[in-house]
């Protein structure tokens, strides 16, 4: 209010979901544009209100768009807090019937997470969302990597906006697909005009940054647009007085249905067309999908598209006939543990001859054998064959709860034959 006496032509942020309840009001009853770059659970926000940071539905639907895109069927959700729950709901949507359980698990506050992963492991599921703000994303997964979390069959999909800018480098010999969504486009003009001018990488731009960047260029231009047709004069309000400004109506107009021949006043958005609906959230919304590249070196790569006037689809970047080279690449640098139990005639020792001694797969023979030497002329890779510790097929003990012999290495996720 102190500042509004002075003379404020527009309002931009702030972080903290109690001052922006307060100055949303404010900024409402004295018709000042207030431009929002967090995420607003209050979605149907007064005509005054612009917020550029996707709504809790876009991001589901995009989130429920990718799911549904991976085929996934049954995953655990591990989520910060309760607005997860709202940003997750499309997802949930998505479930039919005769689908498998999706289990939501609340990471806590930490620092400490082995304790909820350790439990998230015994339950065998390899797909999972996590839902949690950036500065927490690493923590959690060098624990996960602890507790054998980050294998080659797991797979996540990360919500926050700027999972893809954190440094991933520590985690270039994890082999776990890891997607995540975010705003910027990296590559555009706009994006490296800035990147230049704040002398920064434009992949390591935040998104707070972008979102403020754009809500400054959003106002500008509309104020440029509006000050070519009068004259506009920005005057000293009361937060307790009557008195509203005498542009607001009209700049709101300006903002919600821009003319066709307006520009950015600045170099381009950098999030993309900034467009409102009659609430003040951003229609026309696109968003990007990333992976980590393969071979892993710590960057996220651009695999596909959503656009909110397409909620259930993702037009993909990548081909199926690229995935499929890039996963014959990924198989033939891998060496597959075969596990087996002796028996004729799936698997024997071969008897040496003339004293020799055998190493390797050269010590067995039988069909079992015989089988991954012909998977893996076909595949052009390799494997080594090892005994199953206990010579068991598999039993489960009712006191410990758990399986033995090959049937353990199976659920361990150890290839076996």
């Not at 797979?155 to 985690?171: G, K, P, Q, V």
């Not at 542009?247 to 006043?265: A, C, D, H, R």
């Not at 596909?304 to 037009?315: E, F, H, Q, R, V």
């Not at 090892?386 to 049937?407: C, H, M, R, S």
Request: hydrophobic letters at 35%; a neutral charge.
């Amino acid at each position: 209010c102190d500042l509004i006496r002075n003379g404020v032509s527009a309002i931009f942020g702030p972080e903290s979901p109690e001052n922006n309840e307060i100055i949303q009001s404010v900024a409402a009853s004295l018709q000042i544009p207030y431009f929002q770059n967090s995420w607003n659970p209050q979605e149907e926000a007064a005509t005054s209100v612009f917020n550029l940071r996707p709504n809790s539905d876009a991001l589901s639907r995009a989130l429920a768009a990718l799911v549904r895109e991976n085929d996934w069927k049954t995953y655990t959700v591990m989520y910060e807090n309760e607005d997860s729950l709202l940003r997750l709901r499309e997802t949930l949507k998505q479930r039919k019937p005769n689908d498998l359980s999706i289990a939501f698990i609340c990471l806590g506050s930490g620092p400490d997470y082995r304790t909820v992963l350790k439990q998230i492991k015994k339950t065998l599921d390899t797909r999972f969302i996590l839902d949690c703000k950036a500065d927490r994303i690493l923590d959690i997964f060098r624990q996960a990597k602890e507790v054998g979390l980050l294998k080659d069959y797991h797979s996540y999909i990360l919500t926050d906006l700027d999972a893809h800018s954190l440094d991933w480098s520590e985690f270039n010999e994890v082999v776990s697909n890891i997607s995540s969504i975010r705003l910027m486009d990296h590559e555009s003009d706009a994006a490296k005009n800035i990147g230049k001018l704040w002398r920064i990488d434009p992949k390591r731009i935040k998104t707070r940054m972008a979102l403020i960047y754009d809500a400054v260029n959003v106002f500008i231009t509309a104020f440029r647009d509006l000050s070519q047709k009068e004259q506009l004069q920005i005057k000293p309000l009361d937060c307790d007085g009557s008195e509203v400004t005498e542009y607001g109506t009209k700049m709101y107009e300006v903002i919600k249905k821009p003319s066709k021949q307006s520009k950015p006043l600045l170099s381009g958005y950098l999030t993309g067309p900034v467009l409102f609906d009659q609430h003040g959230q951003r229609r026309n919304l696109i968003l990007q999908i990333v992976e980590r590249s393969k071979p892993v070196d710590g960057a996220f790569r651009l695999t596909g598209y959503w656009n909110s006037a397409l909620p259930k689809n993702i037009s993909y970047t990548v081909t199926s006939a690229q995935r499929e080279k890039e996963l014959q690449k990924e198989i033939q640098t891998k060496n597959f543990k075969v596990v087996s139990k002796l028996g004729d005639p799936y698997l024997l020792k071969k008897t040496s001859k003339y004293g020799k001694e055998l190493f390797g797969n050269d010590r067995y023979e039988g069909y079992a054998l015989d089988l991954m030497h012909e998977i893996c002329s076909i595949l052009n890779c390799s494997f080594t064959i090892e005994l199953v510790a206990d010579g068991k097929y598999g039993n489960f003990d009712p006191v410990t709860k758990e399986w033995n012999g090959l049937i353990r290495h199976l659920l361990d996720r150890v290839m076996y034959i």
